[in-house]
């Protein structure tokens, strides 16, 4: 991953990221700088979990962007409307790598909900934290949990669990400078772990290994 195309603004410059997005889309221009701003980025397919970050959304005062398209979209809207959280839970369809880009960095805290192992390894979370946003993840049998990891640069619930995720995801808004820290943290281990640099060397101290045996 070439961190140079995740550019990451001031990790400390104020509670809320409310100041560090600029994108003119109204369905975004719209969302109310006082709340806190949770995304989501993926397909809305049945093993994303949405269902259940849905339901969380009735016990966590903040705003929920999920970006990208799916089958589940008109369920997950229905499901939306029957909580009557509509004011909250905003469904931004396709978007372009640049506004991605512009909602890593508007989003306070990342959520990738998913439900079970077909999520292999949620790339979209490697990307938020190259941005420096903290994610909420899932503790399922794959890579996912591995990517971001519980108390460094996140949180990790049991999967189908939405009291687990509402409370992981208030706990975060609700601690400044511990979401910050994994903030910190997580853009810290994209570098670090996921650049392009360290596959690079990691590929060939593979090469090495193999041709000594």
Do not use: C
């Not at 806190?36 to 979990?49: E, H, Q, S, T």
């Amino acid at each position: 991953m070439d961190l140079d195309e995740y550019p990451v603004s001031d990790l400390d410059s104020d509670s809320s990221n409310a100041n560090r997005f600029e994108d003119d889309s109204t369905a975004v221009s719209e969302v109310d700088d006082s709340q806190p701003v949770l995304l989501f980025a993926g397909r809305l397919i049945y093993y994303k979990g949405l269902e259940y970050l849905v339901e969380a959304m009735v016990d966590v005062d903040a705003t929920l962007l999920i970006a990208g398209d799916g089958d589940r979209r008109e369920a997950l809207e229905a499901h939306v409307g029957s909580l009557g959280i509509e004011e909250r839970v905003r469904f931004l369809g396709y978007v372009t790598d640049e506004q991605l880009h512009r909602l890593y960095n508007r989003a306070d805290v990342f959520v990738l909900p998913s439900s079970v192992p077909s999520e292999a390894f949620g790339i979209v979370q490697l990307e938020a934290m190259a941005h420096g946003t903290p994610v909420v993840n899932t503790d399922l049998p794959s890579g996912v949990p591995w990517v971001s990891q519980d108390g460094e640069t996140g949180l990790t619930v049991p999967p189908r669990d939405s009291t687990a995720l509402a409370n992981a995801i208030n706990e975060l808004l609700s601690e400044t400078d511990r979401r910050r820290q994994y903030g910190r943290n997580a853009r810290l281990r994209a570098e670090t772990r996921f650049s392009e640099e360290r596959f690079l060397d990691d590929t060939e101290a593979l090469y090495k290994e193999l041709l000594t045996k």
